[in-house]
């Protein structure tokens, strides 16, 4: 059984940052071999892929994140993280940890979830 733990979550102003990160654990995981990514899901809208990286260290961003946000993995540590700077409005959701062997674009591309940590930005 694949488990991912979401943390970091909260509230902040605009223009703060945030920071977080998800743990992955199962016997037969092999974090280092699963594309990681960070999907959110804003209430009435679909949920939609944030950002990426894969086994090889590369990354994918949605547009609206491009220069504000970082993904970042530590197989050592089986965690991903998302650093959140300049955090708007419109950047607040349900931010979902997500892992697949394969590569990640939809969110029916993904195999496994987190259950997701809420970010809230105050203006």
């Known amino acids: 059984q694949v488990q991912l733990v979401e943390s970091g979550g909260g509230l902040v102003q605009a223009g703060g940052s945030l920071r977080l990160s998800c743990l992955a654990s199962?016997?037969?995981?092999?974090?280092?071999?699963?594309?990681m990514g960070w999907f959110r899901q804003a209430p009435g809208k679909d949920r939609e892929l944030v950002a990426v990286?894969?086994?090889?260290?590369?990354?994918y961003y949605e547009d609206s994140v491009k220069g504000r946000f970082t993904i970042s993995r530590d197989n050592a540590r089986n965690t991903v993280y998302l650093q959140m700077n300049d955090l708007k409005r419109e950047d607040t959701a349900v931010y979902y940890c997500?892992?697949?062997?394969?590569?990640?674009?939809?969110?029916?591309?993904?195999?496994?979830w987190g259950q997701g940590t809420q970010v809230t930005v105050s203006t």
């Open positions: 997500a892992a697949s062997r394969s590569t990640v674009r939809l969110a029916t591309d993904v195999e496994y």
């Open positions: 990286i894969n086994w090889f260290d590369l990354t």
């Open positions: 199962g016997r037969t995981f092999s974090f280092d071999r699963n594309a």
